[in-house]
């Protein structure tokens, strides 16, 4: 199943609700500048070791800065058999664009990927 663009408010209502995986795959550094609040960071660059991180059996949703690298880890998990993965329309841009929550400043940011085994648990 191919995965799904989403608008940035679809994909907020879901991370409200909880029950997801929210993840963006852009690289650390830019996680550095602005993130959103409970994504977990799987870079693209380093996806493919990273990958089994996501649950296959919950919904994933997945950011980047303007949908493509998003849609490429889409694909990769497509492989993996997961079937519930949405794309964020427009990635980060879009959803600053939709006044959707944002955390600016390195001192916010967490690097769970370069730093832990296991990520943050996604309610």
């Known amino acids: 199943m191919a995965a799904q663009r989403v608008a940035p408010e679809e994909a907020h209502r879901a991370l409200s609700a909880g029950g997801v995986q929210f993840v963006d795959v852009r690289e650390v550094v830019e996680c550095d500048a602005e ?10 660059s380093r996806f493919g070791e990273l990958a089994g991180q996501v649950d296959p059996s919950r ?9 493509s690298r998003a849609a490429d880890a889409a694909a990769r998990l497509a ?45």
């Open 35 to 44: 993130r959103v609040e409970g994504a977990l960071n799987l870079p693209l």
């Open 79 to 123: 492989k993996l058999g997961h079937e519930r993965v949405y794309i964020v329309d427009g990635g980060l841009s879009a959803w600053a664009a939709a006044g959707k929550p944002t955390i600016k400043g390195r001192a916010a940011c967490g690097h769970w990927t370069a730093r832990f085994d296991s990520p943050p648990a996604l309610s």
């Open 59 to 67: 919904p994933v949703y997945l950011l980047c800065r303007s949908g």
